[in-house]
């Protein structure tokens, strides 16, 4: 756009840059309140019998929503005991038995990750978290973006994690 007309000629000359040339859109719109949470997940040491060394942790994105996420194990000795599988899938074919759409972002091992994520799908995304670990550990999770919670008890929160601090939407 530029400067108002009555700014021009104080400054640089202005060359207009296209965003037509991104791979999507650069600025939109969103129909949930931009939110921030920290979340604790506890994961039991490798060999717990009720398998609590594993969960899966989600929240609910439109398709072309961002998040912006921050995790870091704590009390993990080696990082490579944490395994975590970073992922997203469709939920509305798969409660009538239809197929779902799955989109696999990042798998690996580690004691921390940061980075952000432009929903490809309407649905659920997050993190499959394992410890392999002799010890209990706990994942920090930080979220920013404009996600909403997947209730306790729901498919990607089975676990019923909640948020330990949140700046709630506005």
Not at 107 to 122: K, Q, T, W
Request: hydrophobic content about 40%; aromatic content about 8%; some cysteine.
């Amino acid at each position: 756009m530029g400067a108002p007309p009555a700014c021009r000629g104080y400054g640089p000359k202005e060359e207009v840059v296209a965003t037509d040339a991104a791979s999507g859109p650069v600025a939109q719109k969103q129909a949930t309140a931009f939110r921030t949470d920290t979340f604790e997940i506890p994961l039991a040491a490798d060999g717990d019998e009720a398998r609590r060394n594993a969960l899966e942790f989600k929240v609910r994105l439109p398709k072309g929503a961002a998040v912006l996420y921050s995790w870091q194990a704590e009390g993990l000795g080696t990082p490579e005991d944490l395994m975590f599988d970073f992922h997203g899938h469709t939920e509305a074919a798969q409660a009538k038995g239809g197929p779902v759409s799955v989109a696999d972002y990042e798998r690996g091992s580690g004691a921390a990750a940061n980075g952000s994520l432009v929903a490809p799908v309407d649905g659920i995304h997050g993190w499959y978290f394992r410890n392999r670990s002799g010890q209990p550990i706990k994942v920090r999770l930080k979220l920013s973006g404009f996600y909403e919670l997947v209730a306790a008890g729901e498919e990607g929160n089975l676990a019923g994690i909640q948020p330990t601090a949140a700046a709630p939407p506005r």
